[in-house]
């Protein structure tokens, strides 16, 4: 008969243990809120905190309490954030991932004061909070009499902050899954409107390049420099839109599979060449070096397409007066020879951040003016031909990409 007591107070102890695994994996602090709630009426505290660590601010914050009346107020006297910097009992055992039990809490002098006097704690119970591989904060129990707890409900509560850290695992996990879910959605949703944008501006584009050809030939005609002058500068801007519209179009056709290639025989040299003089200017100059010849297979518009995105993008971090490198090289691999095109550029350089999403679609950085789209494409035309785009880059030295081609092209010159 005497052991049922001791029975009843295991079993309840079960019970909470198995309703803390079913709560519903919703938002993090509405559910810790109810691990608290429920671990001060099975402990009859008067205050249960669940401590999570603040990396920014250096901080145990009590992102889960009971609801009873010292909780209330250590909310209300500022104690419910713990600054790592000031000790404490709690942050000794975040930090040495120990479990602290007294009952003679007012006498201990390593206790912070408002906790003892302010508070009126006398019994604690602390043990270190794991979620996931790592000590993330730590479980509190408090109550305002002295030699309250025992060492089986220090036993029960280290049972309890495994638990709660798979509850808290879980809460996290869905709320990644759920984010990035609505990620994706925006996302999904932006790219089909750009794509139906794109397509709509592109039934203008021959209208109009139509105009501005008729406009060149009438102020050539005339003799008018001026005239020309503007009207190819138009052109040169028609252009740019041109590309940009058909970027964002092949986007699409990647979605749904439509991206294909035409290949045939291309001196890629005499194209890396022309994409390199036609993007020269005084202020940006950019170099060619490489063979006079060099014929693969390849399709010429999709090479064509991607040299234009790396060198507009190695211009467009250039600084005024400093070259961009255009280099076309055979190499002969294990597997075959290969043809390397690289286009370097003496700017900032990459910072290490980048790295991770430099390739992903409508992945920009820090100043950019584009929709980030083109490596992420010259990157799929690499690929599609069965080669590589690759990037090397440190802060402070400049970029280089360098796009390689398998199969053995025909080289002279």
């Not at 000794?92 to 004061?113: A, I, K």
């Not at 597997?335 to 679609?361: H, N």
Request: charged share 25%.
């Amino acid at each position: 008969m005497s052991d049922r007591p001791e029975e009843a107070k295991t079993d309840a102890r079960l019970q909470a243990l198995e309703g803390l695994l079913a709560l519903p994996a919703a938002e993090l602090r509405p559910t810790l809120n109810t691990v608290g709630q429920l671990i001060s009426e099975l402990l009859k505290a008067d205050k249960v905190d669940i401590f999570l660590i603040d990396m920014s601010t250096q901080c145990l914050v009590a992102a889960g309490t009971s609801d009873t009346p010292m909780a209330r107020l250590q909310k209300a006297l500022g104690l419910d954030r713990l600054q790592l910097a000031n000790g404490g009992r709690a942050v000794q055992v975040y930090e040495t991932e120990e479990p602290f039990m007294t009952g003679r809490q007012e006498e201990d002098p390593q206790e912070l004061p408002g906790i003892k006097h302010r508070l009126g704690v006398r019994s604690s119970l602390m043990v270190p909070l794991p979620i996931g591989m790592e000590t993330r904060g730590v479980v509190g129990v408090s109550s305002a009499r002295n030699d309250f707890f025992t060492e089986s409900d220090l036993h029960f509560l280290r049972a309890v902050a495994h638990w709660v850290g798979l509850v808290a695992h879980r809460v996290e996990l869905v709320q990644e899954l759920t984010n990035l879910a609505v990620k994706q959605a925006r996302r999904a949703a932006a790219e089909e409107l750009i794509t139906v944008l794109a397509h709509d501006m592109a039934n203008y584009l021959l209208p109009l390049q139509a105009r501005i050809q008729l406009i060149q030939r009438r102020a050539a005609r005339n003799q008018s420099a001026e005239d020309l002058r503007d009207a190819d500068g138009a052109a040169s801007s028609l252009r740019s839109l041109t590309r940009l519209i058909q970027d964002l179009l092949d986007v699409g056709r990647l979605d749904q599979g439509l991206f294909t290639l035409r290949p045939q025989p291309v001196d890629v040299a005499g194209l890396a060449r022309e994409v390199g003089s036609t993007a020269n200017t005084p202020a940006h100059p950019v170099h060619y070096r490489g063979p006079e010849e060099l014929v693969m297979v390849v399709d010429p518009e999709r090479l064509r397409q991607a040299l234009e995105n790396l060198v507009a993008n190695a211009l467009k971090h250039s600084p005024p007066g400093l070259p961009v490198g255009v280099d076309v090289q055979m190499q002969q691999r294990p597997e075959g020879p290969w043809t390397r095109l690289a286009v370097t550029d003496q700017g900032p350089g990459i910072p290490p951040e980048r790295f991770s999403t430099l390739f992903e679609r409508f992945a920009r950085g820090p100043g950019s003016t584009g929709l980030g789209i083109g490596l992420f494409l010259a990157r799929r035309i690499a690929e599609a031909h069965g080669g590589t785009l690759e990037v090397t880059s440190k802060p402070g030295e400049g970029t280089r990409f360098e796009l390689a081609l398998p199969e053995a092209p025909t080289a002279s010159g």
